[in-house]
């Protein structure tokens, strides 16, 4: 397909005035934001990263709701929690649909809703054994045994894979190929004008800057080897009676049909779908442990205070198990803190609006996408005094009118599409951080000076923001805690 400059010119004209003439019926004025330009619109009010920030700028000038035009292309973004729950929860025209992902939700929901998840706790406590022997014998790489840990139990509960090699330079060939596709998948849909700009997927790749859709095209072979090859993998140790049981052992004996067989389509299906959950689950479970770690650095109180109770609960040198969870008050205060501090997905992913709509008498068209600004919500001055600085305490306070609204009805967006990984997320961080904490203190590398080196604070502006390793030093607390992994370790080379 060629498509010129000169149709894109029109066709943005052309959806303009529709635009203008749909207004018009209606008599109504958009939200307010920054004044378009003729034809472009706002497009050089967006910057090129932390749009998060910017949205959140906008609100000083123009409101809680902010409307903008690129091209053509109408954008909203929600920089209250009150707007965002009443557009996004309560309205169903902000719930573009399609059949496919009301499947794959079905899915994902049968296996990662609350009664489910503590299934997988055991599987959750001992993976977090194979991240605490990680650290301990190798802990310059610490970010690739956090890494390692949620997907290593997300592997076991897809597709009932057991991830090896905890510790040497190699990788499991499963969890690279993963890697490699996570990590590329969001650095394509990182070109975020992708989304604005939709036309823009049929330029052909020699266009000046359309390089990335040579790279969506890799990434998309890379992803379709992901999602069969661990797929077809878990088909075959079905067939030899060897294969565990799993989210994709389960749906393809719920999706025989009479003859025994699985349709293509539902096989397609079943692979999507568990392919999506173990994308969804890494990174985002990951990046927030990486964040607990830098909170930390940042602030050795933290640390202090988060072992005194452990120490207090359970006993020094002891590991905390899920039964403890409720005893560790501000442990679980740490973790909420961290989803709030940095989150990770700062404008959720993007919704969009199935039907022209009215709200407190303005008109939001059709086809525009829908910003939940995550991160302004949560670091909101009046709900979230000193927003950015790390306080586990505020979550100890007694609940009042205008305190912190609960993270969790934020940081894993809004309405029906909020984040099915919720709950698994919610106790695979709970244990990751409470375990870490139990074992090591963590603290800030020296130079060759001896000077402390500064922890960085370097997040990828990505869809999914990733959080760099800083320079640091992960000391075993007591001999106990050595000895648990170090058992641990023996145990897992008999068994191998
Ligand atoms: C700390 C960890 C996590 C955070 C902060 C997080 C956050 C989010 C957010 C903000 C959304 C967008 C919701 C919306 O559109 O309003 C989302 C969607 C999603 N999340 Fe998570 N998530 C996390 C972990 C997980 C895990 C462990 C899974 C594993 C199953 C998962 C699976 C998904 C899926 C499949 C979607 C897309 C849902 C849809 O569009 O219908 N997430 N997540």
Aim: hydrophobic share 40%; proline share 7%; with cysteine.
């Amino acid at each position: 397909m060629h498509i010129s400059l000169s149709d894109i010119f029109i066709a943005s004209v052309v959806l303009s005035c529709l635009a203008y003439l749909r207004r018009r019926k209606h008599g109504l004025p958009y939200p307010p934001g920054p004044k378009p330009l003729p034809i472009i619109g706002n497009a050089l009010d967006l910057p090129e990263s932390h749009l998060w920030l910017k949205a959140g700028e906008w609100s000083k000038t123009y409101g809680d709701l902010v409307f903008l035009k690129a091209f053509g292309q109408p954008m909203l973004f929600i920089n209250s929690y009150d707007i965002a729950f009443d557009l996004l929860e309560r309205r169903s025209g902000f719930l573009p649909y399609g059949e496919r992902m009301r499947k794959y939700r079905a899915m994902f929901h049968k296996f990662f809703q609350p009664i489910v998840v503590p299934e997988y706790h055991s599987i959750m406590e001992n993976e977090v054994l194979k991240m605490l022997r990680g650290l301990r014998e190798d802990p310059e790489q610490y970010d690739k045994h956090v890494r390692r840990f949620p997907g290593a139990v997300v592997m076991k509960n897809v597709y009932g894979y057991e991830v090896k090699n905890v510790v040497k330079n190699e990788n499991d060939p499963y969890v690279a190929m993963g890697e490699a596709c996570i990590s590329g998948a969001f650095d394509v849909e990182d070109y975020l004008f992708l989304d604005f700009f939709p036309w823009m997927r049929f330029l052909p790749e020699w266009f000046p800057g359309a390089s990335f859709i040579g790279e969506g095209k890799k990434m998309r072979k890379l992803s379709r080897a992901v999602q069969f090859d661990a797929h077809n993998m878990t088909k075959e140790r079905m067939k030899k009676g060897e294969a565990p049981i799993c989210m994709t052992t389960v749906l393809l004996e719920d999706h025989k049909e009479k003859d025994g067989n699985v349709s293509a389509e539902e096989d397609l299906h079943i692979a999507s779908a568990s392919a999506i959950a173990y994308a969804a689950a890494v990174d985002t479970t990951a990046s927030t442990i990486m964040t607990f770690i830098l909170a930390v650095l940042e602030d050795q109180e933290i640390q202090r205070k988060g072992q005194e109770e452990l120490d207090r609960v359970l006993g020094k040198g002891c590991l905390p198990t899920f039964a403890d969870r409720e005893s560790l008050p501000y442990v679980q205060a740490i973790c909420y803190e961290v989803i709030r501090w940095e989150p990770i997905l700062p404008l959720g992913l993007v919704h969009a609006t199935s039907a022209d709509d009215v709200y407190n008498g303005q008109f939001i068209p059709a086809g525009t996408m829908v910003f939940g600004n995550t991160w302004h919500i949560l670091h909101d001055p009046v709900r979230f005094p000193e927003p950015d600085a790390f306080k586990p305490e505020r979550w100890l306070e007694p609940e009042s009118e205008h305190g912190p609204i609960p993270v969790h009805k934020v940081a894993f967006g809004f309405g029906r599409r909020i984040c099915p990984g919720r709950h698994w997320a919610d106790n695979a961080v709970f244990i990751a951080i409470a375990s870490i904490l139990a074992s090591f203190n963590i603290e800030r590398a020296k130079d060759a000076n001896g000077m402390l080196i500064q922890p960085t604070h370097n997040y990828s502006a990505k869809t999914v923001r990733h959080l760099d390793p800083s320079k640091c030093v992960f000391t075993p607390r007591t001999s106990k805690v050595v000895d648990t992994v170090r058992m641990y370790s023996m145990q897992q080379r008999y068994e191998s």
